[in-house]
């Protein structure tokens, strides 16, 4: 005859304190988690945007050799997207870039050259030339000419001449043409304004960049000078430059 064992409990689940311990420790895990998360996640976005503008550049300069002229990339914050874009861009009129061309012949957007798009939340600054405090220094700033707050959109430029080799190159940008619209520049006094020396600042190639995320410079008023040193400060210590191989226009990154 089969007798009932009290001995035997049947099994039961977790109590409060084993719950409690098993919480906690996962609440542990994922503080871990999530800023190794962030920072992988932001190298990769770096990355990225790396990526894409080898393939843009390299494009680009493939082109300026089978045109056999001179051809470039944009590079400007989008105001629909907020987002960080490059185009394809040309000389217009019969000026051509050459280093023996002293004048800054206008850029123009490229027939048919769409937007291309850094990740969000990824920027650009290029290395320009200041005024302040003397005009041999330098600093990286969120805008072509140092004191022309409409070029504020701008970004910088990377030039090929038809030989596929890096330009550098003073240029300026008209106001009645497609590259004004994207920089939102339709308000200004002229339809044939120009945006360049006479504006308050050079505007030249550059084949230095960074790259960075916005994240923190967004909160950053570079309205101001105190701003600027700020900005400058952060990008030195955080951002990630690069620079274009002047002969096969390949990046080349700073350890």
Excluded: C, W
Aim: aromatic fraction near 10%; proline fraction near 5%.
């Amino acid at each position: 005859m089969f007798r009932f064992d009290r001995s035997i409990r049947p099994p039961h689940g977790f109590t409060l304190i084993e719950l409690v311990i098993v919480i906690a420790i996962l609440v542990l895990l994922l503080g871990l988690a999530v800023p190794a998360f962030n920072v992988m996640s932001g190298a990769n976005s770096i990355e990225s945007a790396q990526n894409r503008i080898a393939a843009v550049l390299a494009q680009t300069r493939m082109q300026a050799i089978g045109q056999q002229s001179s051809r470039g990339v944009v590079f400007y914050r989008d105001a629909a997207t907020d987002r960080t874009a490059m185009a394809l861009v040309r000389v217009t009129g019969a000026d051509e870039f050459s280093p023996a061309n002293p004048t800054s012949p206008a850029i123009e957007i490229a027939f048919d050259s769409d937007a291309q798009f850094l990740p969000k939340g990824i920027d650009i600054a290029f290395r320009h030339q200041t005024i302040l405090p003397s005009p041999d220094d330098y600093i990286y700033r969120l805008t072509g000419v140092p004191s022309y707050e409409t070029l504020n959109n701008l970004r910088g430029l990377i030039l090929f001449d038809s030989e596929g080799h890096f330009l550098y190159q003073r240029y300026s940008v008209g106001h009645d043409t497609e590259l004004a619209r994207r920089l939102n520049l339709t308000n200004l006094v002229s339809p044939n304004f120009i945006i360049g020396p006479a504006q308050g600042g050079d505007l030249f190639s550059q084949p230095a960049f960074l790259l960075f995320s916005r994240q923190a410079t967004d909160a950053i008023d570079t309205s101001t000078s105190t701003g600027q040193v700020a900005l400058n400060n952060y990008l030195n210590e955080n951002a990630t430059v690069f620079v274009v191989n002047r002969y096969n226009a390949s990046l080349l990154r700073s350890q």
